[in-house]
């Protein structure tokens, strides 16, 4: 099964516990783009909408792109109320709609499914001239290294996915290797920002949260289990009180 089809799968969860993105970051966003009333914007991979409102509520005429059906369906529900907007249930490879006719192409946390190969040059065909894309990131990091419950589940980690990829927090290399990457596919003015969040969670609630992630939901069902409960073990033995701090990376271009 294709891993970005794991978010379909309990859309209601998904919607509670994935994080929405700071109102800093869509003034920033509409700041650079002049968006407004009747622009035409692109979404891609909408899941259940942790950034459509601010784009709804411009006014502007947006249509999302989303692969899972159960989440395209919750989408369109969720946001019935607003006349200019549509849910396509389809990849973005396959998704069609006329070139140099979109004012913004933005994705939050999904771009990276797609082939940069095929993503960057047909964003770059949709888009109208001097049309804005805005993809942003957001990367949850378990409290700090010199805190003993983020020493304890690192291990837990370790323990049942050795193979997993520590994620650095600062990461330097990655914000200029996506800038880049930007550029080199012919767009300008490259603007990029971060942004910083904390949130709190229960040793119940971060068990939910890790089931929004595909990585996790894909783990055997038996090693899964025993690697919820250690880490809601760690998590009940320390207050039952788990910080997540949200790095948010953005990068803005013109077309």
């Known amino acids: 099964m294709d891993n970005r089809l794991t978010f379909n799968e309990d859309v209601e969860n998904y919607d509670k516990w994935r994080p929405t993105y700071c109102e800093e970051l869509f003034k920033d966003i509409m700041a650079y783009s002049q968006i407004e009333q009747g622009k035409k914007a692109i979404e891609i991979g909408i899941g259940t909408g942790q950034a459509t409102r601010p784009f709804l509520k411009m006014g502007c005429e947006l249509t999302a792109i989303e692969l899972g059906k159960d989440l395209a369906e919750y989408s369109k529900l969720k946001f019935r109320e607003y006349k200019y907007f549509k849910v396509c249930n389809t990849t973005f490879e396959e998704f069609e709609c006329p070139d140099d006719s979109i004012d913004i192409i933005y994705s939050a946390t999904a771009f990276h499914w797609i082939p940069e190969e095929i993503g960057y040059p047909k964003v770059s065909k949709l888009l109208k001239t001097h049309g804005t894309l805005a993809l942003f990131w957001n990367r949850p990091f378990v409290s700090r290294e010199n805190d003993e419950l983020h020493q ?44 910083h969040l904390t949130r709190r969670f229960s040793s119940t609630d971060y068990i939910a949260l890790l089931n929004t992630y595909s990585d996790h939901r894909s783990m055997p069902s038996s090693t899964k289990e025993l690697f919820e409960d250690e880490i809601k073990e760690a998590i009940i033995k320390s207050g039952d009180v788990l910080n997540v701090y949200d790095t948010i990376d953005l990068y803005l271009a013109r077309k």
């Open 152 to 195: 304890n589940i690192q291990g837990i980690y370790q323990k049942y996915r050795p193979s997993n990829t520590k994620i650095i927090e600062n990461d330097t290399e990655r914000y200029n290797n996506i800038s880049k990457t930007i550029q080199a596919y012919g767009f300008s003015d490259v603007v990029f920002k971060l942004y």
